[in-house]
């Protein structure tokens, strides 16, 4: 009976432990998390959603023969109908990247808009977000 005990206790201790290493490790690695995403950086992430979304209405509803239409809130000279471009500021005073990706078939299939971040250099890839790049991709449907 005594043994069985021992074993138990092991095992609570043992995840106790492990609760522990797991605890120092997230309070360890919060400032680089972080880093990234403070206030300029969620303040990026929230207007490229924004202008994803009215992007996405624009390709979605894009025809041809229209001529090409702009954002009402941004006093951009791109062409919101082209296929990539740029448009309106970043918190760092950068202009907002944008591209239409298309699927494999050639279809319009999402919109990627992103910061170029505080050190103003595109580090992304495709759909990827690198470095200190901040963007989103939402779907055409």
């Not at 005990?5 to 106790?16: D, L």
């Not at 000279?77 to 471009?85: D, N, Y």
């Not at 202009?95 to 992103?114: C, D, E, H, I, P």
Request: glycine letters at 10%; aromatic letters at 8%.
């Amino acid at each position: 009976m005594k043994n069985n005990e021992q074993k138990q206790h092991f095992r609570s201790f043992g995840v106790i432990s492990v609760f522990s290493l797991l605890g120092l490790c997230i309070l360890a690695l919060y400032p680089v998390m972080t880093s990234q995403t403070g206030e300029n950086g969620h303040k990026a992430l929230h207007r490229a959603e924004g202008l994803a979304y009215q992007l996405v209405e624009i390709h979605k509803n894009l025809n041809i023969q229209q001529p090409y239409r702009s954002i009402a809130s941004e006093a951009s000279e791109s062409h919101l109908g082209a296929p990539e471009g740029q448009i309106g500021m970043d918190p760092w005073g950068h202009a907002y990247q944008f591209k239409v990706l298309r699927s494999s078939t050639g279809k319009k299939a999402k919109v990627a808009v992103w910061s170029l971040g505080e050190n103003g250099q595109s580090e992304s890839q495709r759909e990827a977000f690198l470095g200190d790049d901040i963007g989103v991709l939402v779907d055409i449907r």
